[in-house]
């Protein structure tokens, strides 16, 4: 995963702005002296939450790196969307093959899913176990009805259902679940 988002803001603990650092999730390496001039403020990227055996410990991880005060914008998939529930009963060879269907010039394949963290609860729950404080609620957003490009009938149906779904107690089955969230200042 890319921290970039996070090192540009200048949120992530040693990093200069505009600084990319990739590692595991569980291992995000930091360097021993933090310059003064970090802000304290950042948007940060996790959509991955969904492949992680121990979603728990990414987000300990997390928010080890993080500056007191700073924040991070979280997103994952939402295990009650249509498309990913689907994907959860579906064994990952089939899930590449509809992936190669809708988005034939991507040519990677997923990595096997685990769908720990990926109800609002779950989410809610890892995220405060880490020793973040969530801002708001657990948002709902984005859908996945681009996985049935492949289908012009199927497109425009899941495209409608996505429209109808919002402003709706339906949106809680949208694609994505957002949190916003920021580590305690000390």
Known sequence: MTWAAAAAAGS?????????????????????????????????RTAFLEHLADP???????????????RALLWTANLLNYAIFVSRLTPTAFHNWMRHLAFPQVGKDNLGTRYRA???????RAVRGAGLEIEGTVRYGAS??????????LFTLAGLGSRVATGTPLQRLKGMLIVSCRKPAR
């Open 56 to 70: 728990a410990a990414a987000l300990r991880e997390f928010a080890r790196v993080l500056r007191p005060g700073g």
């Open 118 to 124: 990926n109800t609002s609860a779950a989410l809610a």
């Open 144 to 153: 996945a009805y681009h996985y049935f490009r492949f289908s012009k009938p």
């Open 12 to 44: 992530v603990q040693g990093f200069a702005p505009g600084a990319d650092c990739t590692s595991a999730s569980t291992s995000i390496p930091t360097p021993r002296a933090i310059p003064s001039w970090i802000s304290s403020s950042a948007a940060a």
